[in-house]
Nanobody, 117 residues
Framework: QVQLVESGGGLVQPGGSLRLSCAAT????????MAWYRQAPGKQRELVAS???????TYATSVRARFTISRDNAKNTVYLQMNSLKPEDTAVYYC???????????WGQGTQVTVSS
């Protein structure tokens, strides 16, 4: 059974940092590209960052140079280091394996990130 469990969210002041983790079970993790998505209230879910099986990364323009995605295949975990956080980064963050504009697996519960003073 596939399970994606996100963690590490919380309340942080503007300019602060958070590190999100996503532990995957039931998949061949090293054979899958992985990505982080987010959904803000009243908005559609959007792709934030992705990492391919070869380690190649891509980022949404809005987070480039502030966020870093990484993966640890030994731990079946993908991370998102978020620095210089802004109020507009407030959202529920999810991980999944992208397939074009779709995703391969059912969504997990996500982790809430709130950036506010």
């Amino acid at each position: 059974q596939v399970q994606l469990v996100e963690s590490g969210g919380g309340l942080v002041q503007p300019g602060g940092s958070l590190r999100l983790s996503c532990a995957a079970t039931g998949i061949s993790f090293s054979a899958n590209g992985m990505a982080w998505y987010r959904q803000a209230p009243g908005k559609q879910r959007e792709l934030v960052a992705s990492v391919r099986t070869d380690g190649t990364t891509t980022y949404a323009t809005s987070v480039r140079a502030r966020f870093t995605i990484s993966r640890d295949n030994a731990k079946n975990t993908v991370y998102l280091q978020m620095n210089s956080l802004k109020p507009e980064d407030t959202a529920v963050y999810y991980c999944n394996s992208p397939l074009g504009t779709l995703v391969l697996f059912a969504w997990g519960q996500g982790t809430q990130v709130t950036v506010s003073s």
